[in-house]
């Protein structure tokens, strides 16, 4: 079964630009989370989805949006980028049920200039 | 916000041996996971112990949960090298609530 999968993987932009990242799932899984992780503030949690409707939402500003598709596909965006959007991003699916595993992609790096 | 944090930060030790790192968290949970993960890359889910469990094992890896200390310690017995990686702690607190992480500990085996 594939893994989940993330693009782009590498990404640079520059300040005031918007930018969209996406995420496919293991075949079956429903729900996708999205991580930002950096070094100072470690991972936190961005928001997750379950067909096709945000279920959770973390303490990000509304410049972080996102959507599933009904294929379970995620994008997300950030649009007005700022120096400290700089980060890894990362996505995670996993089967419907309320202790199951999450099962990460490799995450895509950002980098705003 | 964190709701885990595992101590030591980094930790190294000479491969064969055991390394142990621990995790204390603020709430009460569901369930709390262990991921490792290599360096900028996803990370991998190792171990998940619910609140009514004690204590699990998989592999080279010992999880044990106290739930009166809040806390929890992951234990991998003959290290390698290939153990080399940051290792976090989640939490869930209940139902379909995210996973909070705390900020990990690196640990690095020297062969």
């Known amino acids: 079964k594939a893994g989940v999968t993330q693009t782009p993987r590498y990404l640079i932009k520059t300040r005031g630009q918007q930018v969209t990242l996406s995420c496919s799932p293991i075949?079956?899984?429903?729900?996708v989370s999205w991580y930002q992780q950096t070094p100072g503030q470690g991972l936190q949690f961005l928001f997750e989805y379950f067909s096709e409707t945000q279920r959770n939402k973390g303490n990000f500003p509304g410049r972080f949006s996102g959507r599933q598709f009904s294929n379970s596909r995620s994008e997300m965006n950030v649009s007005t980028l700022e120096l400290g959007d700089s980060a890894l991003y990362l996505c995670?699916?996993?089967?419907?049920?309320?202790?199951?595993?999450?099962?990460f992609g490799p995450g895509t790096r950002l980098t705003v200039l | 916000s964190q709701q885990g944090e595992e101590d030591p930060q980094a930790l190294s030790i000479q491969e064969g041996e055991n390394a142990t790192m621990n995790c204390s968290y603020k709430t009460s949970i569901n369930n709390l996971q262990w991921y490792r993960q290599n360096s900028g890359r996803g990370l991998v889910h190792l171990i998940l112990?619910?609140?009514?469990?004690r204590e699990k094992h998989s592999g080279r890896l010992r999880v044990t949960l106290d739930t009166s200390k809040k806390s929890s310690s992951l234990l991998i017995t003959a290290s390698r090298a290939a153990d080399t990686a940051s290792y976090f702690c989640?939490?869930?607190?209940?139902?379909?609530?995210?996973?909070?992480f705390g900020k990990g500990t690196r640990l690095s085996v020297i062969a």
């Open positions: 075949s079956g899984h429903r729900s």
């Open positions: 989640a939490t869930q607190n209940s139902g379909n609530t995210p996973l909070v």
């Open positions: 112990i619910r609140s009514n469990e």
């Open positions: 995670a699916s996993r089967r419907q049920g309320a202790d199951n595993e999450q099962f």
